[in-house]
């Protein structure tokens, strides 16, 4: 069985005069969907949970309100509604879905807990490969020590290194920068060593 939460009842009374049918519409359509939710408040808005497990949540805002399904599976194609949850900005009881196609998710949302469905892992974003700058280049290949500190480093660590020299606005600024560069490298020292070493 369900349970309500008197903190949602001071969430909604303290909401715009247009978020309150809104939410109260929500709310309802939550404990009817979906009888064994319990209801909670997380990050000061109130969210409904199924099984002990984050269900669904909603909020009010100034000009408009927003509703989210939990489940990372039902949160697939939320981007598309900057971030606003299931069904984009509501600004009004027209911009919600119809009760059977909300009922249809609630139904859906249940079904992935109950199976202890869990969202596919995200691939793996490719890293470009670094563009190292043509003075840094050509340093390294005059310094046989610099150059094999270079190469083994990470990646991150390589990227530290490109970027500093790379941002240097001024001719002096970037050939000092450089400079300072290839005495690290040659004592095989990371770009932020001194951060590190204190560690």
């Not at 697939?76 to 059977?100: R, T, V, Y």
């Not at 970037?174 to 004592?187: D, I, T």
Request: glycine fraction near 6%; charged fraction near 35%; charge should be positive.
């Amino acid at each position: 069985m369900g349970t309500k939460d008197a903190r949602v009842d001071a969430y909604i009374g303290k909401a715009n005069p247009f978020a309150r049918p809104i939410l109260r519409k929500l709310r309802k359509w939550a404990h009817q969907y979906c009888p064994d939710c319990e209801e909670t408040l997380k990050w000061s808005a109130p969210h409904f949970q199924y099984k002990g497990k984050m269900f669904c949540g909603m909020s009010s805002f100034k000009e408009h309100c927003a509703f989210g399904f939990w489940h990372p599976m039902m949160r697939k194609n939320d981007a598309s509604l900057e971030g606003m949850g299931s069904f984009g900005k509501i600004k009004s009881l027209a911009n919600l879905p119809s009760e059977a196609d909300f009922a249809k998710m609630a139904r859906e949302a249940m079904k992935l807990t109950d199976e202890g469905v869990k969202a596919p892992p995200k691939p793996k974003k490719e890293r470009e490969p670094l563009k190292v700058p043509a003075e840094l280049k050509a340093a390294l290949a005059k310094n046989r020590k610099a150059r094999a500190a270079f190469d083994e480093f990470s990646y991150s660590h390589q990227k530290e290194y490109v970027e500093w020299i790379a941002e240097a606005k001024r001719e002096e600024t970037r050939e000092a920068r450089l400079k300072q560069a290839m005495q690290w490298l040659a004592e095989g020292k990371s770009r932020h060593w001194k951060y590190t070493a204190k560690a």
